[in-house]
């Protein structure tokens, strides 16, 4: 066991551990690695734990601390958790058998009062996955192997909202639970060498996630940052049952000349009759409850230019999207090419892939 770095305080914190630390990250693969230590990847907010008696402390991926947000997390931590330790994992929030990130991000609100309903409305769970320091010890330098055992040995018999990831070394196991665990709302699997120490900040762990395809109508456009003559990010669109045009998501990965070419090649699509435009409204706050448009107001966006360029919706692309969150496509997705052989009001909500559903409970029990 590594020997305990000497003592810092923040707060009133005296852990061997100390904030700022960055969480180790995972680099994308297409496929299930052979011989290593597998888990389900959890789609919720990364969040490193501190508890030193009754101070407990839940920093986010980007080290902004996230007590205010989850008061019963902080409550149950504090009852379930070893006196003195810091664990990696996962806040996330069950609701009808699998997981769901549009609620969870509701949960991040200025108000105090709001606050306090959702944690009684919308109570988050923790999944821990890793363990940093227990008691007075720093185990970052232990391998996986090891940090596990003592991960295990601190939440033996943990009960909810604390859960402790559960675990594979059977690659045939890990590909099963990528196929069958999506329906609880997980994003994949993640990989982790055994003999690894925690390495902060570092991509050494691997992530395979679930990658499909969907036809969608480019409908607007963000300028990139670089300037106007670069597409900085394309918004898409498909059509409802009602034959709306709901905004989906966006496409902003290109290499540099391409962000050029898009922009000359969607120029003759700019319209000049703007109120026109299905998304016409999407400044009124009444339009965005009644559906999704671009540039509607964000908790997450700090402040920045939401503002967009209308496209006339005549076009039309294949995107590759890992899943879907309610209507909307949960991560950025990836342009793959022009489909000319499309028409733009076939592109509807019925192409998409539904993953069968499966109950939350048995992948967080590992059944």
Known sequence: MREPLPVRTVG???LPVMPPVRPMLAKAVSAVPEGMQYEAKWDGFRCLVFRDGDEVELLSRTGKSLVRYFPELVAALRERLPERCVLDGEIVLPVGGRLDFEALQQRIHPAASRVRLLAERTPVSYVAFDLLALGAADAMAEPLSARRGMLESALEGCRPP??????????????????QYEGAGLDGVVAKRTELPYRPGERVMLKVKHERTADCVPAGLRPHKSGPEALGSLLLGLYDASGALQYV??????????????MRELAPLRTDRPEEHPWARWAEEEAQQEGRMPGAPSRWSGGKDASWVPLRPERVCEVAYDHMEGERFRHTVLFRRWRPDREPRSCTYEQLEQPVHYDLEAALGGR
Not at 162 to 179: G, K, N
């Open 249 to 262: 998501g966006a496409s902003s990965s290109f290499p540099a000349a391409r962000r050029r070419e898009l």
């Open 162 to 179: 604390l859960h402790l990831a559960p675990v594979t070394h059977d690659s045939a196991v890990a590909r099963e639970w990528f196929a």
């Open 12 to 14: 009133g914190m005296r």
